[in-house]
């Protein structure tokens, strides 16, 4: 009879934890929506670079507003499966005849970014 007792008192315990030490058995996957932005990347961006060349390098723009064709946007946004989602932004801003003028967000540029483009 004591063990019944046990058992009972063992199955009312697990069902007030819930299951949350269940959920991380339970496997889930990498979400990545946006762009792929690569540090290396945007280390190799150049002030000058016409927009054919950033595109290149980095691919399309996840937004170029109507309004503001010289302002590009690239967003990444990576929710591992068990952690934290984590978002990126790279802001890239050109001149009207095309040329990369500025940027701004959560990558640093290259120490070469001011060099002359070949």
Known sequence: MRW????????????LSGCSWVNKLVYRIDINQGNYIDQT?????????????????????MLVESGY???WYFVQYLKPGHEEPEQKELVLSFDDSGQLV????????????FEAVR
């Open 4 to 15: 019944k007792h046990i058992v009972a008192a063992s199955l009312v315990l697990a069902s």
């Open 41 to 61: 990347a945007v280390e190799e961006l150049k002030f000058g670079m016409t927009k054919e060349q950033v595109k290149f390098l980095l691919g399309p723009p």
């Open 69 to 71: 064709p010289n302002t």
């Open 102 to 113: 500025g940027m701004k967000g959560d990558y640093q540029p290259g120490t070469g970014f």
